[in-house]
C-alpha cells in the first residue's frame, strides 16, 4: 500500500483521531488532501478544517466512500450506530483500523459485514509521538494491508503488533489507561512537594522533569527496574524510607487491582458492541 497515495478516511474526529493525523502529516506519509474526518459537530469539522487542510464531512458513509483505510475512532457507545450506517457499505479491499475500546474484531466483522480488520490501541502520548499501539490483525487483512497500518501506527511513536487479539484488550488496560495511572501518581508527588513547603510551580517542574528523565534512563539503561530501584535505594537511606511507605500501604496491590478493573471494563465495553451487533 503506497502511502503517500493511500486515501485514509477517519470515522470520528476526536482526540485521537487528530493525534493521527497530526502524526501522519508531520511524517509526511500522506498529504491532507488524501485525508477524511466525519463527525456530526459542525465547529469540530470546521476546526480540523482550518488546521490541517483536510476533508471533513458529517456523513460518515460520505467519509469511507472510495478510502483504502477506513479508522474506526469513535467512542465505544455510538460504534453500533455507525456499524449499522456503514454495514455493507465497504468494499472487500478496504482496510478497517478500528481503535475504538473494547470492539473484538467478531464484534466489527459482524456489524460491518466485512472481514480485513486491524484491532489498535494506542495511547495518550501519541499526541507528541510518543505514544505505544498494540494491534492485532485478522487472517483477511494482506501483507500492504498490514504494511499500511504499521505505517499508520508508527506515526503515533512505537507500534507493537501482537499474536493474540485479546492482548490488545491487555494492552487498553496497561498501556492505553496507563498514562492515567502515571497522571495520578505525577498529581499527588506536586500535591505532596507543595506539602513540604515548594511553590506548585516549581513542585510540578521538579515532578515532570524526574519522572521523563527515569522513563528515558530506564529505557537506555536496558536493565531490569528493580535493579534500576535497588541502584537508587541506599541502606537506611531516604529512598528505603520512601519504599518502606509505598510497599506498606500496597501499592503493588492497588496498581494490579486498577489494571485489572480497566481489563474487565474493556471487556465489558465488547460485550455492549457485541450486544449492539445482534441488534
Keep these: 500500500m503506497a502511502q503517500r497515495s493511500t486515501r485514509i478516511a477517519f470515522v470520528g474526529g476526536g482526540t485521537m483521531a487528530e493525534a493521527m493525523v497530526r502524526g501522519l502529516l508531520e511524517r509526511r506519509l500522506v ?6 474526518v466525519s463527525g456530526p459537530r459542525r465547529e469540530r469539522r470546521a476546526e480540523l478544517v482550518k488546521t490541517y487542510r483536510v476533508s471533513a ?3 460518515n458513509v460520505e467519509a469511507a466512500r472510495g478510502a483504502d483505510v477506513v479508522v474506526m475512532s469513535v467512542k465505544p457507545q455510538v460504534l453500533p450506530r455507525v456499524m449499522a450506517e456503514l454495514r455493507g457499505k465497504l468494499a ?4 478497517v483500523l478500528s481503535i475504538v475500546a473494547g470492539a473484538s474484531s467478531d464484534a466489527l466483522r459482524a ?3 466485512h472481514a480485513s480488520i486491524v484491532r489498535a490501541m494506542p495511547n495518550t502520548p501519541a499526541q507528541v509521538a510518543m505514544g505505544v499501539t498494540v494491534w492485532w490483525a485478522t487472517p483477511s487483512v494482506g501483507a500492504d494491508q498490514r504494511n499500511g497500518a504499521r505505517a499508520i501506527l508508527a506515526a503515533l511513536g512505537e507500534e507493537i503488533e501482537v499474536e493474540q487479539e485479546e492482548q490488545v484488550d491487555m ?3 496497561l498501556s492505553g489507561t496507563g498514562p492515567s495511572y502515571v497522571f495520578l501518581l505525577m498529581e499527588a508527588l506536586v500535591d505532596a512537594g507543595v506539602h513540604l513547603g515548594f511553590s506548585r510551580r516549581v513542585a510540578e517542574e521538579l515532578v515532570l522533569r524526574t519522572v521523563e528523565g527515569s522513563a528515558l534512563f530506564a529505557r537506555r539503561s ?7 530501584r535497588n541502584m537508587v ?3 537506611g537511606g531516604t529512598s528505603a524510607a520512601a519504599l518502606y511507605q509505598l510497599e506498606k500501604g500496597g501499592l503493588r496491590t492497588v496498581l494490579s487491582k486498577a489494571v485489572y478493573a480497566a481489563y474487565q471494563r474493556t471487556r465489558e465495553l465488547g460485550d455492549s458492541a457485541e450486544r449492539g451487533k445482534k441488534t
Excluded: C, I, M, N
Design 31 to 36: 498529504t491532507p488532501k488524501r485525508l477524511t
Design 57 to 59: 464531512v458529517a456523513s
Design 92 to 95: 472487500p479491499d478496504q482496510l
Design 111 to 113: 456489524g460491518l459485514d
Design 171 to 173: 494492552a487498553t488496560a
Design 222 to 228: 536496558g536493565r531490569h527496574l528493580a535493579e534500576l
Design 233 to 235: 535505594t541506599s541502606p
